[in-house]
């Protein structure tokens, strides 16, 4: 079969092309672990606060030396606030809300995820030091939005 050389040409660089989006997808995902936040769990958003899972907001230490912060977005606020945890502990955020779709970005880090009601949004993120850093809601959820802040404190591991 003979086929010109100009159709050879764009044939590598369509595949060039291709190997390079797989390659920096590879790289966003297992260097920067970018990943999406969610897995598939379900809540009733109209019953959060009496769920089991989302009653009982905070932070609670695992089995396995990490901590699970429990946080429920509202219009136009986030439970708890302030929230801490301690520096060098992986901890599990597990967010929902109660009403409209809100953002939870924790600013100065990677930590960056829509909180959907009906759905449970989950992510694990390591805090390296001491400190305060600033939640700020990212979409946009009603008259309020701009006000919707929130505190994470980060203590020394006792
Ligand atoms: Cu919540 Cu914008």
Redo the contacts with the bound molecule.
Sequence with gaps: MNVNFYEKLWMWFAAAIIVVFITFVGITTFAYGVRPPSHIETVDPTQVMSDPRFAQQGVTPNPDGSVTATMV?G??FWLPSPVTVPAATPVHFRLTSMDVT??FEIVGTNVNTMVVPGYVSQLTYTFPAPGEYLIV?N???GTG?HT?GGKIVVEARP
Excluded: K, L, P, V
């Design positions: 977005a219009t136009f809100h953002g809601c979409e946009y959820c939005h919707m």
